[in-house]
Every structure is written in structure tokens, then in C-alpha cells.
């Protein structure tokens, strides 16, 4: 059963501008979202989280939203850079358990 | 689309046991694949690198002969704790890839073990 979907399988945009990476889940019950990035033949590393109390976690470059009563969290990076280039897998989690998105591949074009 | 089965999702163990995890790509053939170690609401650390046929990599700090690591085939990767202690306990999850130039991770649904 898929809890977390990430409906874009890939995104590209000019360099500069805003990526919004998008992720929904199904389950009530999670309580910690997180981002993580990974590049080709790499393991995904982390990226950034947001506890489920929170609407907005902000580092850096990278914001993350969420939308409890819409089930919905996003990924804004801005200003996307070259170097930003990756997939990007959401996961939820609450006390026993974690799911994974599919992931979205961004691409950004110098 | 590409499907990792883990199993099994959940295990208890005694302290001192050995505990194995499976982890097959479903539909696909893993080249290579991942095993990660979560602890609750921290990072996903990976642990190693496993290659069809040959010795695991692992990570810097993951002692190899208590993770031992087995990918015997396209389709299995098998994880196992040996002599499982409490502090063991943890969040173990698994991912695929499909080839050397893929770039899209297909992740298992995970494992949890506890340890008492």
C-alpha cells in the first residue's frame, strides 16, 4: 500500500527560479516528515524534516511545508542551483513505522 | 512500477540471537543494493553497499561481522544481526537500484527490530 506518494516522477527547472517538490501521504497517524536527496550511485542522504506540530521548517535555501489537513507536503528550494540536481524521496513516520515516496528527479538547467 | 519487498516488516528478538532480513527486488534485477539503519526521527544512515556477487562495502563506524551481508543473487539481499544486543534495536531499510547507470532508489518498506 502506498501511504506516501510522490506523483512526479521528475521536475526540471531553469536555475534561479523555485523548485516545489511535492509529497502526500494517507496516513493520519505520522507524526515526522522528512526529504531526503540522492544523487546517482549514492545512498539518499538526509535533507530536511518537519514534525507533524509544525506547518513550516526553513533551512537555507530549502523550506519545507505542511499541509495536515490535506495530507500534503512540499519541498521549495529557491534559488535552485545546478548542484541541486537529484531525486528527492519525502518519508513519513510515527512511532513504529516509516514509508517512502517514489521520489522526484529534479533537474536543474544552468 | 519497481517493487522491494522486505521481510519481515516487524521482529523480536532475545538478546544474544541472530536475526536475518530479506530484502528482494520483486520485478526487477538490483545491482546493487542499500542497507540503512534509522533510529527514530534521526537521518537514514546507511550502513553498506551491496553488489550481486561480491563482498559488501560498508560504511566507516558498521562492524562487518555484526551486520553481515549477503547479496547471493539479482533479486536477494539478506541482512543479518548477529549476536543481537538491545542497543541494536533500530529501524532497518533496504533499496534497490536497477542498474550501474540507474539513478531512481526503489526502498523497502523496512524492518523493525527490538531487542530485549
Known amino acids: 500500500d502506498q501511504q506516501v506518494k510522490q506523483n512526479s516522477p521528475s521536475l526540471s527547472v531553469q536555475e534561479g527560479r523555485i523548485s516545489i517538490l511535492n509529497c502526500d501521504y494517507t496516513?493520519?497517524?505520522?507524526?515526522?516528515f522528512l526529504w531526503y536527496k540522492k544523487y546517482p550511485a549514492e545512498g539518499p542522504t538526509f535533507l530536511i524534516s518537519?514534525?507533524?506540530?509544525?506547518d513550516k521548517n526553513e533551512d537555507g535555501r530549502f523550506t519545507v511545508f505542511l499541509n495536515k489537513s490535506a495530507k500534503h507536503l512540499s519541498l521549495h528550494i529557491v534559488p535552485s542551483q545546478p548542484g541541486d540536481s537529484a531525486v528527492y524521496f519525502c518519508?513519513?513516520?510515527?512511532?513504529?513505522?516509516?514509508?517512502f515516496g517514489a521520489g522526484t528527479r529534479l533537474t536543474v538547467k544552468p | 512500477g519497481a517493487v522491494v519487498s522486505q521481510h519481515p516488516s516487524r521482529v523480536i528478538c532475545k538478546s544474544g540471537t541472530s536475526v536475518k532480513i530479506e530484502c528482494r527486488s520483486l520485478?526487477?534485477?538490483?545491482?546493487?543494493m542499500f542497507w540503512y539503519r534509522q533510529f527514530p526521527k534521526q537521518s537514514l544512515m546507511l550502513m553498506a553497499t551491496?553488489?550481486?556477487?561480491?563482498?559488501?562495502?560498508?560504511e566507516q563506524g558498521v562492524e562487518k561481522d555484526k551486520f553481515l551481508i549477503n547479496h547471493a543473487s539479482l533479486t536477494l539481499s539478506t541482512l543479518t544481526v548477529t549476536s543481537a544486543h538491545p542497543e541494536d534495536s533500530s529501524f532497518y531499510i533496504c533499496?534497490?537500484?536497477?542498474?550501474?547507470?540507474?539513478?531512481?532508489?526503489?526502498f523497502g518498506a523496512g524492518s523493525r527490530l527490538t531487542v530485549l
Open positions: 533499496s534497490a537500484t536497477q542498474g550501474s547507470g540507474a539513478n531512481v532508489l526503489t
Open positions: 518537519i514534525s507533524s506540530i509544525k
Open positions: 520485478d526487477f534485477q538490483a545491482t546493487t
Open positions: 518519508a513519513a513516520h510515527n512511532n513504529n513505522d516509516m514509508r
Open positions: 496516513n493520519s497517524m505520522f507524526d515526522y
Open positions: 551491496s553488489n550481486e556477487g561480491s563482498k559488501a562495502t560498508y
